[in-house]
């Protein structure tokens, strides 16, 4: 799209960034042509990246278990998801791209081990269950923290949440379905079942981000109505409708302390599957280099697809 | 043009006969009928559409939002382009 130019002196800058703070407070949305302070636009990049990674990610642990899944419906339920997961990672690279950043380049950072996705991902799915745990559990506290974000003061990424909310509620109740299937079953199922909790609980807690005395982006992000709650505000609140939910289930939530050092070790890199993961991304991102080439090739010869 | 550099298109899906279609979001792809597919993909895996447009983000010319206050200011002085404007006599019927 052709932009119209103009000054920027020192009145324009002002003025402008009266005008963002007046749309900010009325709670009105931003949209992408609009004047923004940088340090917004920056913290909305890294944001929506770290968003858009963890979707595609996210497709790994779960993917695992594909061929694996118990019956034809468990396998197309799954398929489904991970179809949805891949999905959700494009609106969110196209909801970034109108800030001005390219999705390759996004891309080439994650491979690159300069932009994160979240520190859940670097567990394994050791066993079946562990797809249900997901689905109740990470998805459910995704849906915690991603309901808010509805409401955010970007409208791209905003409109892209109220796509992904409307899904993950499928993706949350197929995990606890399997999941009462299994607490229902055998004794060794149900104890999978309760294993597969029991490992899922911690890192779903870490999902919404350190306590707010240490999370060095929430004020700012919360000023700029990107964030509307703190992440132990959201934490309470996913612990508080995890508890019920679990009881229906047979199943008990463990008790005890988050172990913040944890945390910290996965997000240095030190988690179980962080390698892994991003080797398989890097892996996945190069074998699919030929389906690329071929579509260029393809649209070049019948003159279509004109560069932007 | 490079794997790289594959073009940007926006979407529009008509979500049943009978309305317009509707903006969805945007997607990169090397020619319109790979762009028409990946739509379908996207944007209509739980049957939210019946009919997909494909435009290449590059044609779209949009007004700029620092013209916002003087390019839509014409209409703000005429609200007699509005049927309220008008006062009718109370009782009367089909107006």
């Known amino acids: 799209m052709a932009t119209v130019a103009y000054g920027t002196d020192r009145t324009d800058e002002a003025a402008r960034q009266a005008a963002f703070d007046a749309a900010v ?9 609009d004047w923004m302070p940088d340090a917004y636009r920056a913290s909305l990049v890294r944001q929506m990246a770290q968003h858009a990674h963890s979707e595609i990610i996210g497709m790994q642990p779960e993917a695992n278990w594909i061929t694996r899944a118990p ?69 459910g506290a995704a849906i915690t923290n991603q309901v808010p974000l509805c409401r955010c003061s970007y409208g791209p990424y905003a409109r892209a949440m109220v796509r992904i909310c409307k899904e993950e509620s499928f993706h949350q109740r197929q995990g606890y379905e399997l999941l009462l299937a299994l607490s ?18 911690w890192p779903s807690l870490m999902m919404f981000g350190p306590p707010d005395e240490e999370s060095g982006h929430s004020a700012q992000s919360m000023a700029w109505k990107i964030k509307r709650h703190s992440n132990d ?7 508080e409708i995890s508890g019920p939910q679990a009881d229906a289930l047979g199943l008990t939530l463990p008790t005890g302390e988050i172990d913040w050092d944890e945390f910290k070790e996965v997000l240095k890199g030190n988690g179980p599957c962080n390698e892994q993961r ?19 090739a393809y649209a070049a010869k019948h003159g279509e697809g004109k560069p932007s | 043009m490079t794997a790289t ?35 379908r993909d996207l944007y209509t895996r739980r049957s939210e559409g019946v009919s997909i447009w494909v435009v290449p983000s590059t044609a779209v010319t949009a007004s700029s939002p620092d013209e916002k206050d003087s390019f839509f200011e014409p209409a703000g002085d005429k609200p007699y382009r509005h049927p309220t404007f008008y006062e009718i006599p109370e009782g009367v019927q089909h107006l």
Do not use: C
Request: no cysteine.
């Open chain 1, 25 to 33: 407070a009325a709670d009105e949305r931003i949209e992408p042509r």
């Open chain 1, 71 to 139: 019956s034809l419906r468990r396998k197309a339920i799954l398929m489904a998801k991970v179809q949805d997961e891949a999905g959700h990672g494009l609106y969110l690279y196209s909801a970034a791209e109108t800030l001005g950043t390219s999705r390759e380049e996004l891309l080439d950072k994650l491979h690159a081990g300069r932009q994160r996705y979240s520190s859940i991902f670097n567990y394994p799915t050791l066993t079946w269950a562990d797809v249900g745990a997901i689905g109740w559990l990470v998805d």
């Open chain 1, 184 to 201: 229902r079953g055998t004794p060794a199922q149900h104890a999978m079942a309760q294993d597969a909790v029991d490992r899922w609980w």
């Open chain 1, 233 to 239: 505000e959201l934490r309470r609140r996913f612990i």
């Open chain 1, 278 to 296: 991003i080797a398989q991304r890097r892996r996945a991102h190069e074998e699919g280099a030929w389906v690329r080439d071929a579509a260029v």
């Open chain 2, 5 to 39: 550099d594959w073009p940007l298109w926006e979407v529009f899906v008509r979500s049943r006969r009978g309305l317009s279609h509707t903006h969805a979001g945007s997607l990169h792809a090397p020619d319109a009928e790979m762009a028409l597919r990946n739509a």
